[in-house]
C-alpha cells in the first residue's frame, strides 16, 4: 500500500550540512501532514520538524534555525535540510506520513542513519 522511502543519510563532520529526502506514493489520503523524526541510541523517538503546508511547520527546539523542513505536494515528496550539523543530531531519521482526517493512519519509512563525527 503506501511506502516511504528515505535517502539522503550519511557520515559528516561537524558543521557540515545534509539534506534528506522522503517519497511517498501509494493512497494516504488528500489531507496529511509529513514529518521528521529521530532515535538515537538509548533515547526514545522524537520529532523534529513537521510540516502541513509551507506557512505551517513545526520544529524540536534543538534544531530550530538549522534545520528546514519542505514539501512538494505535486512530488508527495519532503525534505529536511540539516546545516550546522552536530554530534548530537547523530540519529536514525525516520520519514512519517499522517491523515488529518479520519481514518487517521499514520505510516513510516524505514529510517536514514544520520552520522555526525569527526
Known amino acids: 500500500?503506501?511506502?516511504?522511502?528515505e535517502s539522503g543519510g550519511g557520515l559528516v563532520?561537524?558543521?557540515?550540512?545534509?539534506?534528506?529526502?522522503?517519497?511517498?506514493?501509494?493512497?494516504?489520503?488528500?489531507?496529511?501532514?509529513?514529518?521528521?523524526y529521530r532515535q538515537a541510541p538509548g533515547?526514545?523517538?522524537?520529532?523534529?520538524?513537521?510540516?502541513?503546508?509551507?506557512?505551517?511547520?513545526?520544529?524540536?527546539?534543538s534544531v530550530k534555525g538549522r534545520f528546514t523542513i519542505s514539501?512538494?505536494?505535486a512530488k508527495n515528496t519532503v525534505y529536511l535540510?540539516?546545516?550546522?550539523?552536530?554530534?548530537e543530531d547523530t540519529a536514525v531519521y525516520y520519514c512519517n506520513a499522517r491523515n488529518l482526517v479520519p481514518p487517521l493512519n499514520s505510516y513510516w519509512g524505514q529510517g536514514t542513519q544520520?552520522?555526525?563525527?569527526?
Open 1 to 5: 500500500q503506501v511506502q516511504l522511502v
Open 13 to 36: 563532520q561537524p558543521g557540515g550540512s545534509l539534506r534528506l529526502s522522503c517519497a511517498a506514493s501509494g493512497r494516504i489520503g488528500s489531507i496529511y501532514a509529513m514529518g521528521w
Open 43 to 61: 533515547k526514545q523517538r522524537e520529532l523534529v520538524a513537521l510540516i502541513i503546508s509551507a506557512d505551517k511547520t513545526n520544529y524540536a527546539d
Open 71 to 73: 514539501r512538494d505536494n
Open 81 to 87: 535540510q540539516m546545516n550546522s550539523l552536530k554530534p
Open 114 to 118: 544520520v552520522t555526525v563525527s569527526s
